[in-house]
């Protein structure tokens, strides 16, 4: 027995609150070890704060930035939707490497990529028996099989991504152009590629039956070796081209997503887990809310809404940003990447403003990332480290707070928020709503960016902060936020000169919690 526990069980026989049963025992010793934690530590742990994440989603959080690949039909079509409703046949990528896909994201800081198993053109990348649209009724399949060789692209892309190291992802589009009547198919007439036309709440059959299964045999995928594929992240688009009105019904994809990918996170316009940031751009607005009102069964808010949110919402539902590293979502050889500088101003506003970014970098028609890309890529993560990599602050910096919850400098203290720990954070009394922190850099500094962290996984509470720069002995306000969230990463316009910085909580719908605080910057030779 440990010997924590054996103290408690000491206390609780001696207070007389020993118990027959079992369980009545467990609850009277959970309650003595609660009023014991009060009597050491002068209060207990903060309640959580109305709407929490789940596990799942606090490690969906911390991946951060990762890869979109929109490889399929498309790529070689030149379309982005795909309504031209070609044959397998034009799948045929001369040499496709998906070993490179994953390489190239690792190494340049990526956490993961979500693949389009199947985009709106309706064509599977993986070996369906739900549909005979799909790349293994292709010639470029048939002659790598004929050679002993895997034709199945969502396998090969699962089992380049564990080698690697980096989350795998699926996107599954719902709207499906090869099954929706209302989109003409003239190359496809008397071929075996002529299947119902399901797709629509008036056409005969069900569509959700067809998704359904395609949704479950992409979450029970496994590895050549036999081996299960642990998804991330499946993507379901809430994108349509049609007129054609189809109900989806959530409720059973959901269900087929935890039964068999429990640890995977859901996206959608609004959900469940995670939802559109409302553009396209990689972008959001200064204030966003990690919660929403509104499931993806009900009301789509409009773009502007889910980029701020709502606050005290009713689901935590955080945002996701996708955004193009070309112009397209597929492959197009007349296109050119954005600039490394480009991503930075991206990755300021989506990381820095507490929301993941889900960045588009295509396959061309070799089935390979093209080196431009790749060195954009790694160009951006250069910048990135090298801005981010000037941290002031270590754990035994000098920071004092204005209050320490229960005077417990251990559990609540402000040391807590340079310790690297995702599980510890500064705390206040219940009482309060506001608070600071003073950091002493150790002499003169020219600062340029503040990372900031709320302890988001008790709630998201904090609604304004501020940080101030000691300037001619005179606190000077360099930064005036909003909502804070999982991180923020302001950075200055015009670096100050300083030795000394002040993060002070302004308002908060309940006692504030700072996990993580970081100033970047550099030494001033000129002192």
């Not at 709207?175 to 629509?200: S, V």
């Not at 709630?459 to 902060?465: M, P």
Request: aromatic letters at 10%; hydrophobic letters at 35%.
């Amino acid at each position: 027995m440990h010997i924590s526990t054996y103290f408690l069980i000491l206390i609780a026989m001696q207070t007389g609150v020993w118990c027959s049963s079992i369980r009545q025992w467990t609850v009277s010793l959970v309650g003595t070890a609660f009023w014991l934690a009060i009597a050491v530590y002068g209060q207990p742990p903060p309640a959580a704060y109305l709407r929490t994440p789940t596990t799942q989603q606090l490690e969906w959080h911390r991946l951060e930035y990762y890869a979109f690949v929109h490889f399929g039909p498309n790529t070689f079509t030149g379309e982005e939707w795909g309504r031209s409703q070609s044959t397998p046949d034009v799948f045929a990528p001369t040499a496709l490497d998906t070993d490179q896909w994953a390489k190239s994201f690792a190494d340049a800081g990526m956490a993961g990529m979500i693949l389009t198993a199947k985009h709106h053109d309706g064509m599977a990348l993986w070996d369906t028996n739900t549909t005979t649209y799909k790349i293994g009724n292709g010639k470029w399949a048939k002659n790598r099989v004929a050679k002993g060789l895997n034709a199945d692209v969502v396998q090969l892309a699962a089992a380049s991504a564990k080698k690697y190291g980096i989350k795998f992802g699926i996107y599954l589009s719902p709207w499906d152009i090869h099954r929706d009547p209302a989109i003409p198919k003239p190359r496809l007439a008397g071929t075996m590629y002529n299947e119902p036309q399901i797709f629509g709440d008036s056409t005969p059959g069900d569509y959700n039956e067809l998704y359904a299964q395609q949704l479950t045999e992409l979450v029970t995928l496994r590895l050549s070796d036999g081996s299960p594929v642990q998804l991330s992240e499946l993507w379901l688009d809430g994108n349509s081209g049609s007129n054609t009105v189809q109900t989806f019904n959530w409720t059973v994809f959901r269900n087929i997503i935890r039964r068999y990918q429990p640890d995977a996170i859901m996206w959608g316009h609004q959900g469940v887990d995670a939802r559109w940031v409302g553009n396209e751009d990689g972008v959001t607005v200064v204030t966003n809310w990690h919660t929403i009102s509104r499931t993806q069964d009900q009301t789509h808010y409009s773009g502007d809404e889910l980029q701020t949110g709502v606050r005290d919402g009713t689901y935590w539902t955080p945002a996701e940003a996708d955004a193009r590293l070309r112009d397209g979502w597929f492959y197009h050889p007349n296109e050119k990447p954005k600039t490394a500088n480009d991503l930075m101003s991206m990755y300021l506003q989506s990381v820095g403003r507490s929301v993941n970014l889900l960045l588009d970098v295509p396959p061309d028609t070799t089935g390979q990332v093209v080196k431009g890309d790749v060195d954009i890529l790694l160009q951006f993560r250069s910048q990135r480290d090298a801005f981010l990599n000037r941290a002031l602050l270590k754990p035994g910096s000098s920071v004092s707070a204005s209050s320490v919850r229960g005077g417990n400098d251990t559990l609540y203290g402000p040391g807590n928020v340079l310790d690297g720990n995702p599980d510890t954070y500064w705390a206040v009394h219940d009482d309060e709503k506001t608070g600071s922190l003073e950091i002493d850099l150790g002499g003169n500094y020219t600062v340029d960016a503040f990372i900031t962290q709320e302890h988001i996984a008790l709630g998201q509470r904090i609604g304004g902060y501020v940080v101030d720069a000691l300037v001619n002995d005179t606190y000077k306000t360099v930064v005036r936020g909003t909502s804070l969230g999982y991180k923020r990463i302001d950075r200055l316009s015009t670096p100050v000169e300083t030795s000394q910085i002040r993060l002070r909580v302004t308002q908060a719908n309940a006692t504030p919690l700072i996990n993580s605080f970081q100033v970047l910057g550099v030494q001033d030779s000129s002192f």
